[in-house]
């Protein structure tokens, strides 16, 4: 029997994740909060720099972030290429 493990789950590259959203937006900053741990008066903070790093690792773990930033309308941008959406 061959076991077919799907390349998501075998990819090792560490990933980073910024975004940019509204940090008067309560969705948005309730995204971050999620995704990075923080507090929320931490989150509005962050998304008021601009485009901030909120999260490294790796392809499993970056989908389910991007999915949650992504469903919250939050802009994001991942690199290197990810090639998992």
Same mark, same amino acid.
């Given at each position: #029997?061959?076991?077919? *493990?799907?390349?998501?789950? /075998?990819?090792?590259?560490?990933? +980073? /994740? ?10 948005? *900053?309730?995204?971050?909060? +999620?995704?990075?741990? %923080? ?6 903070? #962050?998304?008021?720099? @601009?485009? &901030?790093?909120?999260? &490294? @690792?790796?392809?499993? +773990? /970056? ?10 309308? &939050? /802009? %994001? +941008? *991942? ?5 998992? &959406?």
């Amino acid at each position: #029997m061959i076991t077919n *493990i799907p390349g998501i789950k /075998v990819d090792e590259t560490k990933y +980073e /994740v910024r975004c940019h959203g509204d940090y008067q937006d309560k969705a948005h *900053i309730k995204a971050i909060s +999620e995704v990075t741990g %923080c507090n929320y008066l931490t989150s509005r903070n #962050m998304l008021q720099k @601009g485009l &901030v790093l909120v999260f &490294v @690792g790796q392809a499993e +773990e /970056v989908l389910r972030v991007r999915n949650v930033l992504v469903f919250a309308g &939050v /802009v %994001c +941008e *991942i690199t290197p290429d990810f090639n998992w &959406v």
